[in-house]
């Protein structure tokens, strides 16, 4: 069953399994504002937890992305390099990398809906 989870940089992992999509979540897309490109890295590159795989930019600020764990590239969102608005139409569907996660036990050290919400809010604050 997919479950989601968060980094405090709010990339979010769809996780099902071993197989995760990953994105940045709506907060993050609100607060970017209109998508404009979205750097994204190649199939099988590997990454580290907390390591940069790309980064997003929007008309108003640029951020790297970070992977929510340890995971390999199995493939990225192609219709992002033609349409990245996709992120701010639906965040949750549009994800930027599929991956494959070497160590599901990592997912714990992430933010479950209620906790991410509850940061979310903080930092409104």
């Given at each position: 069953?997919?479950?989601?989870?968060y980094r405090s940089s709010h990339e979010y992992i769809?996780?099902?399994?071993?197989?995760g999509y990953v994105g940045i979540s709506e907060y993050a897309a609100?607060?970017?504002?209109?998508v404009t490109y979205v750097?994204?890295?190649e199939a099988d590159d590997e990454f580290g937890a907390g390591e940069e795989f790309g980064a997003i930019?929007?008309?108003?600020?640029?951020s790297d992305l970070f992977a929510p764990v340890d995971c390999t590239v199995l493939e990225?969102?192609?219709?992002?390099?033609?349409?990245?608005?996709?992120i701010n139409e639906n965040p949750l569907e549009a994800w930027i990398m599929k991956v494959e996660?070497?160590?599901?036990?990592?997912?714990?050290?992430?933010?479950?809906?209620?906790?991410y919400d509850a940061f979310c809010a903080s930092e409104q604050h």
């Open positions: 069953m997919e479950k989601i989870y769809k996780a099902d399994g071993t197989t609100k607060q970017l504002g209109v750097d994204m890295p930019e929007s008309r108003k600020a640029a990225v969102n192609e219709d992002l390099e033609s349409n990245p608005k996709l996660i070497s160590d599901p036990s990592q997912l714990d050290d992430l933010m479950d809906q209620e906790a």
